[in-house]
């Protein structure tokens, strides 16, 4: 069922919110009046349906002369906290533009783009593969602006954790695993780069656009290594993969790919890879999984298989 207010708030994304955290229900019940907030003072008119993700509701808009926009709302988290700052550092090269925004609210008011068309369409991998590293290589060019969360806090979080978490893997091969990726993040933490990170850059987060063909959504944006962006365009398209294909390859080849677009140190890239799929590995032990997702663990094992390369 729908929440009402200037728009209708769709029911599904109102039903995704709220079940375990309070804070997260509180934001869902107040989402009505926020968007009429946020309307009156940007000076919107509801131009169409809201469409939502996981995490915010996304409702397209006119400004006051206007112009289409999209209005962005979603509920502000520690891992969200850097997305202005991200986006105004960005200023539109190789990302969606910011209009305006409220931090503190989860407010964003952004370019519209095409919603309907994402770079899942590109049904090529290697050629969706060559417009991610396009946009990576651009984003990542750009330094982290102050303030950010910085992969050296991260990176050391995750080494005080795994000693903890690799026990509750089921299977010891992966618990090898896990520390094996930890062993690698270790030798290169005092080395974590400086430049500005999407974080979550897949096909399913590019849009096709006016100002560009293809620009990057929803960052949630870290200050670090470029090859700690690199796995979620690793690990997408597995199904596209033909069958019988060996893994190993389809890992190099996108890695090799990745890495050449984007001019990176090939076993650097390896750690700052393997670093994410420890990151991933974690938060599935801390919701209770007890096995590692068999693709990164694939993608792992690929790329330590040829670390030296």
Not at 10 to 35: C, D, Q
Request: hydrophobic fraction near 50%.
């Amino acid at each position: 069922m729908s929440m009402t207010g200037p728009v209708d708030i769709p029911g599904a994304f109102a039903a995704s919110y709220g079940t375990n955290k309070p804070a997260e229900h509180r934001w869902i019940v107040e989402l009505p009046s926020l968007v009429a907030e946020f309307i009156a003072r940007w000076r919107l008119l509801p131009d169409g349906p809201p469409a939502h993700g996981m995490a915010a509701l996304a409702l397209p808009v006119r400004r006051a002369d206007g112009s289409p926009a999209v209005l962005r709302l979603h509920h502000a988290r520690p891992d969200t906290a850097g997305a202005a700052a991200g986006l105004q550092a960005w200023g539109g090269d190789g990302a969606v533009l910011l209009l305006d925004h409220d931090e503190e609210a989860g407010a964003h008011l952004l370019e519209r783009l095409d919603a309907a068309h994402s770079l899942a369409a590109v049904t090529d991998d290697d050629a969706a593969l060559l417009i991610l590293a396009d946009l990576m290589a651009r984003l990542t060019a750009v330094p982290a602006p102050p303030g950010l969360r910085h992969l050296a806090d991260v990176a050391a979080a995750m080494l005080e954790e795994t000693p903890r978490a690799a026990p509750a893997l089921r299977d010891p091969d992966e618990q090898r695993l896990l520390r094996t990726c930890a062993a690698a993040v270790a030798e290169l933490l005092d080395d974590p780069g400086d430049r500005l990170l999407h974080w979550d850059l897949h096909d399913g987060n590019v849009l096709a656009a006016t100002r560009e063909p293809w620009l990057a959504i929803d960052p949630e944006p870290l200050a670090g290594d470029p090859g700690f962006d690199l796995l979620p365009a690793l690990d997408q398209r597995w199904t596209a993969v033909p069958a019988g294909a060996a893994p190993d390859r389809t890992v190099l080849r996108r890695f090799d790919l990745l890495t050449a677009a984007l001019a990176l140190d090939r076993p650097r890239a390896t750690t700052w890879t393997l670093a994410r799929v420890l990151q991933n590995a974690l938060w599935d032990i801390e919701d209770g999984r007890t096995s590692l997702e068999p693709t990164q663990a694939a993608i792992a094992t690929a790329l330590l298989r040829h670390r030296s390369g």
